[in-house]
């Protein structure tokens, strides 16, 4: 009797274990499976996951310099969208998102990261009837020259000391010039918001502000005036206190 009892039990324990449980253990069912971190290559879910909250949802209107603007694109390359991606831009906002430089992205990654954009947003040959100023700068700048050139070619917006001014439409823009901001920003964001303007917020590229598209030169010297008012010590602890 005792025999039957265990039996019919074994035999019911095995019966209930198999429809409750169709794929034996170890081996996944039918449904989607979740890649893990390093198997994304998803240009969309990437740049969704690591770059629109500071460039924006569609690559514009976030509080970053937008990676939508084909001008940015076409002006930088996409080997350097790879190198600031990869290492971010040390003393900055802009952390680095390569894993050999910390981050959490592997070189895969950030590749398709560079060349989605360029594909998404890029407008091919935009720029080769008339060649921008090179992404790096070059030149030595002049911040006399500089302060002269801003009330040239940025004054009307930014007002004539850079303090702030106001669009056509009489939107008012804020001041360029405050230390907050300028301990935020590189020179090199400078100069690629000169070059490449900032569609998004209405400000127009290097050539498109007047008749006479700005040079090299100039545009090195309005970066370097911009520069050289941020102060010893902008964005950093004071070595004493003031």
Not at 30 to 44: K, S
Not at 115 to 121: D, R, S
Not at 202 to 222: E, N, Y
Request: proline share 9%; glycine share 12%.
């Amino acid at each position: 009797m005792t025999f039957r009892v265990c039996s019919l039990a074994a035999f019911m324990t095995l019966t209930f274990g198999l429809l409750g449980c169709e794929h034996p253990s170890g081996n996944p069912g039918p449904g989607p499976q979740v890649l893990r971190p390093e198997q994304q290559l998803d240009f969309a879910t990437l740049y969704r996951t690591n770059c629109a909250g500071c460039h924006g949802a569609n690559g514009n209107h976030g509080p970053a310099i937008p990676l939508s603007n084909p001008v940015y694109l076409a002006f930088s390359g996409e080997d350097v969208l790879k190198t600031i991606t990869a290492k971010g831009i040390p003393g900055k906002l802009m952390p680095a998102f390569a894993k050999s430089a910390g981050g959490i992205l592997t070189d895969q990654q950030v590749a398709i990261l560079a060349h989605g954009m360029i594909e998404a947003w890029g407008k091919p040959n935009l720029l080769i009837s008339q060649p921008p100023p090179p992404y790096k700068v070059t030149l030595n700048g002049d911040a006399i020259h500089g302060q002269q050139q801003f009330a040239v070619s940025c004054a009307s917006c930014h007002g004539p000391n850079g303090g702030g001014g106001q669009k056509g439409n009489g939107e008012k823009i804020g001041s360029i010039i405050d230390q907050s901001y300028l301990s935020l920003i590189s020179d090199q964001a400078l100069r690629s918001f000169v070059i490449a303007g900032l569609p998004d917020q209405g400000m127009p590229d290097w050539r498109s502000d007047s008749a006479i598209p700005m040079t090299d030169q100039q545009i090195t010297d309005v970066v370097t005036w911009l520069a050289s008012l941020r102060g010893a010590n902008a964005g950093q602890p004071y070595p004493v206190h003031p």
